[in-house]
């Protein structure tokens, strides 16, 4: 198996656990190569895991590589990889901020932020299910086949993308954003962009993401 994948995993744990976004033991991550999943174990701190930690499975969940025992939610980045053929990496964490969200069922409306807008759009809340159930990742497969973010209730966050970076700049922007409509909550309340206003910005990101893909 390749370990510069492996490798990137482990990486993606330290900026999270180092940039306040998941603590130790929670959340697991998750890669797409081919026919193959590499995802974190379940049971080790993501701050202090090495390469040869991170095992690989089969998508019938069978284990190919490494001695640990995969994460016990690795049923949701099963489902989700194969709702989202897009969909390259998994981030599922617990931010402060964004579980907050999530344990008071408050989903986040699009058009509150501009870069959010263009970067999450809507974040959904994803009723809640036991951990690790087949419940829980039908639901989350379900939501995640139409949104990049959403809020498990009472649970966390996921993200998904392009590869771990996409996931990664998804979840920081979540948190972030969650830590802004707090503050906007407490100032008066928050006031979305307008329709008429919401969707001029989304031309205006789509021609100029055109002009840099010519560039």
Do not use: W
């Amino acid at each position: 198996m390749k370990r510069n994948i492996k490798e990137e995993i482990v990486e993606i744990g330290k900026r999270l656990y180092n940039a306040k976004l998941n603590g130790g033991y929670g959340g697991n991550f998750s890669v797409r190569d081919e026919d193959f999943i590499y995802i974190t174990p379940s049971g080790l701190p993501k701050d202090k895991l090495d390469y040869t930690d991170i095992v690989v499975i089969d998508f019938k969940g069978n284990l190919v590589e490494g001695q640990g025992k995969p994460s016990s939610e690795i049923l949701f980045h099963i489902l989700i990889y194969k709702k989202r053929e897009d969909v390259n990496a998994i981030i599922h964490a617990h931010p402060a901020f964004a579980t907050g969200f999530s344990i008071a069922q408050t989903p986040i409306e699009d058009g509150i932020h501009e870069e959010s807008c263009i970067v999450l759009g809507k974040v959904p809340v994803i009723p809640y299910e036991v951990t690790s159930s087949k419940e829980l990742a039908e639901k989350v497969s379900d939501v995640i086949t139409n949104h990049d973010a959403a809020l498990l209730a009472n649970h966390g966050a996921i993200a998904v993308g392009e590869d771990l970076e996409r996931a990664f700049r998804k979840i920081e922007e979540l948190e972030l954003l969650c830590k802004m409509i707090t503050v906007a909550t407490i100032m008066g309340g928050v006031k979305k962009i307008s329709e008429e206003k919401l969707a001029l910005l989304r031309e205006t990101m789509i021609k100029r993401a055109k002009r840099n893909d010519k560039a």
